[in-house]
């Protein structure tokens, strides 16, 4: 039976390289003199934002119907290392980076800088997958986990145009973020949190009365309440490390 069920979680971790993959297609379709090249960003940060519900889902579903396997973690692996490192990676070079070249040899831009800053983003997920692979803190993730480092690029262009956004505050934004993934700060666990705070019916009364919520604040305005939750997530782990270091330094 466990055999048999195997396929429901893999299904959703394909699910999450499918979009992924299409992300990155959409992306590969845009101009950045054309006028609709935004909209393709923005349909693109959509798409990485709905691999992370499907990466969120496998391992519930994993854990659910007890099939958890070493093919099925592996495949995960890989999947987030498409979706959540090379998607956004690339997703950053089209918006941003696409004309950062310098002058090298006597030749105008000879040398496309941009390209290797956005390659900082897959390799940084990459060894962060790796790592985890290896060792982990069943109760914490050490470093930024690479699905929300993803949706923070994915829901970029839903919040912000290209216009908006001055390149050297866009390089600095996404090399931190990278640098997050592969650091050793201490991010907790939400599952881990909310098993031990909520029971089930508390739980689903609590997500209710948070759908209510953001119904409330509306529905357009739902990218401004995720980014607002995923950069408090990003920023808890920067103050755990800032406070444990204070205590530290006193001790």
């Known amino acids: 039976m466990k055999l048999k069920l195997t396929w429901i979680p893999n299904t959703l971790t394909l699910g999450n390289l499918t979009l992924g993959f299409v992300s990155m297609l959409l992306v590969s379709e845009t101009n950045p003199s054309q006028p609709n090249s935004h909209e393709l960003f923005t349909l693109a940060g959509v798409f990485i934002i709905l691999a992370a519900l499907f990466d969120g889902f496998d391992g519930m579903a994993a854990r659910a119907l007890n099939c958890t396997s070493e093919l099925g973690a592996d495949l995960d692996s890989l999947a987030d290392l498409t979706t959540f490192g090379i998607a956004p990676g690339f997703l950053s070079y089209k918006m941003f980076f696409y004309d950062i070249k310098l002058d090298i040899f006597d030749k105008p831009d000879y040398f496309p800088l941009g390209m290797f800053i956005a390659a900082l983003y ?51 934004f996404f090399v931190i973020t990278a640098l997050l993934m592969v650091s050793t700060l201490r991010y907790s666990k939400p599952q881990v949190a909310m098993r031990g705070l909520f029971s089930w019916k508390k739980l689903g009364i609590s997500l209710v009365g948070l759908g209510l919520i953001l119904f409330a604040i509306g ?28 205590q530290d330094y006193r001790v």
């Open 122 to 172: 897959p390799i940084c997920a990459a060894y962060r997958l790796a790592r985890f692979n290896v060792a982990h803190d069943p109760k914490s993730f050490n470093g930024l986990p690479s699905p929300v480092a993803g949706v923070v690029i994915g829901i970029f262009p839903l919040v912000f145009s290209v216009s908006q956004v001055p390149l050297w505050t866009a390089v600095t």
């Open 219 to 246: 529905f357009y305005r739902w990218p401004y309440v995720m980014y607002g939750a995923v950069g408090f997530y990003v920023f808890s782990g920067i103050v755990s490390f800032l406070i444990q270091t204070i």
